[in-house]
C-alpha cells in the first residue's frame, strides 16, 4: 500500500538549519549533513533542504552543504532556495540532490519547470507555492494568492490557477506552503491543500503549521495530501519522525515505520 | 567487487554511484564507450525519466554489448527505466524497442481517481527464492516514482499493489530489475543493492 510521507524541512542560512515563526526571529537548530541523517534514521520519508537566505540576497544554493548532506543520504533528497535556471539545477542535482524545489524563479519564468523537467525529468521538479488566503475574496480558499519573498509580496496569480500550469509543464509535484500557518503550529490549512490536491493529478505536499500528530492525520485525510513536511515539530527533541509515525499509525495513517 | 554502471543521460546517476560505493563497490562509469561492457563483472542500468532515452543505448552500440554480456552470464540490475528496457518496450515510446528479455510491455497506470504519477513508500511483496530480494522481508517498504510498469509475470521477484498490482522486481537468473530506488530506499534498498553485488555469475 502506497503510504503517506513525512517530510523533514530544514531550513538552512549560511549552511546551518535555522527556525523561525513566519520567516522571522530565526533561531539555530543545528548542522544540516547531521540533521538530515537523524532524521532519516529515525523514520523520515524524504529530506527537503531549504536556503532560506539565497532568493532574498541573491546567493547560490550552498552546494558544498548539499554535499556533505547527500553524502550518506539514502533517501530522497529535495533541495531548494535561489535556484534560478536550469544550470543552477544541474549542479544541485550534481552535487546530490535528486530533486529541485522552484518557486519564485519559475514564476519569474514558467519554463524554467520545463527545462529542468526535460533534462532530468518530472519526478526531479518540486514547484513550491506560497499561498495566503483571499480574505477579500468571495472564496478566501479557492481564490488564495500565491506570494514571493517569503510572504511579503503577492504575484496577482491564484494558488490553483499556478499549480495547473505548473502541472502542465512538467512539475513532479507542488509543495504548498500556507504562509497562514507556517511556523504557528497551529494545524495546516487543510482547505487550502485540498483544494489544490484536487484540482493536480500530481502529489501535493502540505506545509506549514505542523504542531501536534492530529495536525498530520487531518491533512492527509481532510487535506487530501500525499506528503506533509515538518520542520520546528522534529527540532529540539519536540518530536521524531518515529514517534510522530507510530501514533499516526495508530490513528490508521498508513506510514512506513522505520525499521 | 567491481561494478559497470552504464550512463546514457537518463536523469540523475549520482544516487546510484554514491550508494554503490557506500556498500565498497568499485564503480566504473561508461557511456559511448565499449570496453568497460566487454569485461564487466556486474552491470547496472539505471535510469529515471522517459522510456525514449533508452534510444541512446541502441545508438551506442550499447544493447548489443549488453545482451552479449548477458549471455555471458555477468549479473545484471535494470533501475526503474532501466528495469521496463528489459522488456520488449513501453506505450510510453512505442517506436523505441527495449531489450526484449522478457516478452511483455510495460503501460501507463489506468486512468482512475487515484493520482499518476506514483510516488512515495510502498510495500513489496516478494517471492521465496529470489536472490535480489533475499533477507527483505514481506511488507519492507521501497521508494517508487514512475508513471509506467511492467505488468506481474512469472518472471516477478516481487509485486506491489497501486491501482493495481504491477511488477516492482524481476528476476530470471542472472537478469533483474527494481521498478523502486534502491539508491534512496533507506536499508531495504541498501539490503537490495548489497544483494545483487553477492550475486554469482551464473
Known amino acids: 500500500m502506497l503510504t503517506k510521507r513525512i517530510i523533514a524541512c530544514l531550513d538552512v542560512r549560511d549552511g546551518r538549519v535555522v527556525k523561525g515563526v513566519q520567516f522571522v526571529d530565526l533561531i539555530d537548530a543545528g548542522d544540516p549533513a547531521t540533521q538530515a541523517a537523524r532524521h532519516a534514521r529515525e523514520g523520515a520519508d524524504e529530506i527537503v533542504l531549504l536556503d532560506i537566505t539565497a532568493t532574498h540576497e541573491g546567493r547560490r544554493t550552498l552546494l558544498e552543504t548539499v554535499r556533505t548532506t547527500a553524502v550518506e543520504l539514502f533517501v530522497p533528497f529535495t533541495v531548494g532556495g535561489g535556484i534560478r535556471t536550469a544550470r543552477d539545477a544541474e549542479q544541485v542535482f550534481e552535487a546530490g540532490a535528486d530533486k529541485v524545489s522552484v518557486n519564485s524563479a519559475a514564476l519569474a519564468d514558467p519554463s524554467l519547470i520545463d527545462a529542468i523537467g526535460r533534462t532530468f525529468g518530472a519526478q526531479a521538479v518540486v514547484v513550491a507555492i506560497d499561498a495566503r488566503r483571499d480574505p477579500g475574496a468571495a472564496d478566501p480558499v479557492r481564490e488564495a494568492q500565491v506570494y514571493v519573498q517569503g510572504g511579503r509580496r503577492p504575484v496577482g496569480r491564484t494558488v490553483v490557477e499556478w499549480a495547473r500550469e505548473a502541472e502542465a509543464r512538467g512539475a513532479g509535484e507542488i509543495l504548498l506552503t500556507s504562509m497562514d500557518s507556517d511556523g504557528t503550529r497551529a494545524g495546516f490549512d487543510c482547505e487550502l491543500t485540498a483544494a489544490v490536491s484536487e484540482a493536480v493529478r500530481i502529489p501535493v505536499i502540505a506545509s506549514g503549521g505542523a504542531g501536534t500528530v492530529a495536525h498530520f492525520a487531518d491533512v492527509f485525510s481532510l487535506g487530501k495530501a500525499d506528503a506533509a513536511l515538518a520542520a520546528s515539530i522534529f527540532h529540539f527533541g519536540v518530536s521524531s519522525a518515529r514517534a510522530l509515525k507510530q501514533e499516526l499509525v495508530a490513528a490508521g495513517v498508513p506510514v512506513r515505520l522505520p525499521c | ?202
Not at chain 2, 36 to 41: D, F, T, Y
Not at chain 2, 168 to 187: C, I, L, T, W, Y
Open chain 2, 1 to 202: 567487487m567491481r561494478v559497470t554502471v552504464i550512463d546514457y543521460k537518463a536523469g540523475n546517476l549520482a544516487s546510484v554511484l554514491k550508494a554503490l560505493r557506500h556498500l565498497g563497490a568499485e564503480v566504473e562509469v561508461t557511456d559511448a564507450d565499449l570496453g568497460p561492457l566487454a569485461r564487466a563483472q556486474r552491470i547496472v542500468l539505471p535510469g529515471v525519466g522517459h522510456f525514449a532515452a533508452t534510444k541512446r543505448l541502441d545508438v551506442n552500440g550499447l544493447t548489443t554489448c549488453v545482451r552479449s554480456a548477458i549471455a555471458r552470464g555477468v549479473p545484471f540490475l535494470g533501475i526503474c527505466v532501466g528495469m521496463q528496457w528489459l522488456y520488449a518496450g513501453s506505450s510510453e515510446a512505442p517506436e523505441q524497442a527495449g531489450l526484449g528479455h522478457f516478452p511483455q510491455l510495460c503501460s501507463r497506470f489506468p486512468e482512475c481517481e487515484q493520482k499518476v504519477p506514483h510516488v512515495g513508500w510502498n510495500s513489496l511483496a516478494a517471492r521465496e527464492g529470489s536472490k535480489l530480494l533475499n533477507g527483505v522481508g514481506s511488507g519492507e517498504f521501497v521508494y517508487f516514482t514512475h508513471s509506467y510498469k511492467a505488468p506481474v509475470t512469472g518472471d516477478t521477484a516481487a509485486e506491489a499493489f497501486y491501482i493495481e498490482p504491477f511488477a516492482a522486481a524481476v528476476e530470471r537468473d542472472n537478469v533483474m530489475g527494481v521498478q523502486f530506488h534502491p539508491e534512496k530506499s533507506g536499508e531495504t534498498g541498501l539490503k537490495i543493492l548489497r544483494n545483487f553485488l553477492e550475486v554469482e555469475p551464473c
